[in-house]
């Protein structure tokens, strides 16, 4: 499976600040999708990031708070915009295309803690 | 919608039983499944997958059982050991905008008591 690396693997950041947060892939991949995992919860998948176009949201989700990009087939960024408490999370990336579309692997996420 | 939930959010296992993790979920679409790993402050980890024309796969000491009828799978761990300790996470797929799309259940903590 590809190797993934996110950065930064933590931070914290002040209220009505953003963060931006990049993954990285070893080796070309189809799909790239982003997650929040909040405490003690379970993924939510925010949106799949689309190279070339706009990334697709899942609902509940709006691009002005967390637009993303995705230049290339091994690159994403998700930028978390006017951060209040309640972003305070753990955000993920995944791909998937390697070796089959259907199978997603992580990478190892950025735990984001906003104060 | 899809909706996948775990039984039980806890689960203790003396080293060297078995495990059993359930799982079961509401959309009858769902095609294809995932067990995924996540140990603490690590993203999750593919374990075992099985698509919906299975009823069991089977890797190493793991082996996931499908029941379409009653739309319930499992995970279960053999011989348990204490780097197993971790929270399981299903995930259900189906086709939706040409990719699958994953929606996870809540996750069950396995602790393994030496």
């Known amino acids: 499976s590809a190797v993934i690396s996110q950065k930064p693997s933590r931070d914290i950041c002040q209220r009505g600040t953003s963060l931006t947060i990049q993954c990285q892939v070893d080796?070309?991949?189809?799909?790239m999708f982003w997650y929040r995992q909040q405490p003690g919860q379970s993924l939510t998948l925010i949106a799949t990031?689309?190279?070339?176009?706009?990334?697709?949201?899942e609902s509940g989700f709006v691009i002005d708070k967390f637009p993303i990009s995705r230049p290339n087939l091994t690159f994403s960024t998700l930028t978390v915009s006017n951060m209040s408490p309640e972003d305070s999370s753990i955000y993920l990336c995944?791909?998937?295309?390697?070796?089959?579309?259907?199978?997603?692997?992580f990478g190892p996420g950025t735990r984001l803690t906003v104060l | 919608g899809e909706s996948v939930g775990l039984h039980l959010p806890t689960l203790s296992v003396q080293e060297g039983d078995n495990s059993i993790i359930n799982c079961a979920y509401s959309?009858?679409?769902?095609?294809?499944f995932i067990w995924y790993k996540q140990e603490s402050g690590k993203g999750p980890q593919f374990i075992i997958d099985?698509?919906?024309?299975?009823d069991k796969r089977q890797g190493q000491r793991v082996t996931v059982l499908l029941n379409k009828t009653v739309k319930h799978l499992s995970l279960q761990i053999a011989a348990t050991q204490p780097g197993d300790s971790a929270v399981y996470f299903c995930?259900?797929?189906?086709?939706?905008?040409?990719?699958?799309?994953?929606?996870f259940g809540k996750g069950t903590k396995l602790s393994v008591i030496p």
């Open positions: 995944s791909v998937a295309g390697t070796p089959s579309t259907d199978t997603q692997y």
């Open positions: 080796s070309q991949v189809t799909m």
């Open positions: 990031a689309n190279q070339g176009s706009e990334a697709t949201y």
């Open positions: 959309n009858s679409a769902s095609d294809y």
């Open positions: 099985i698509r919906s024309n299975m």
């Open positions: 995930a259900g797929a189906y086709s939706g905008a040409g990719s699958y799309q994953l929606t």
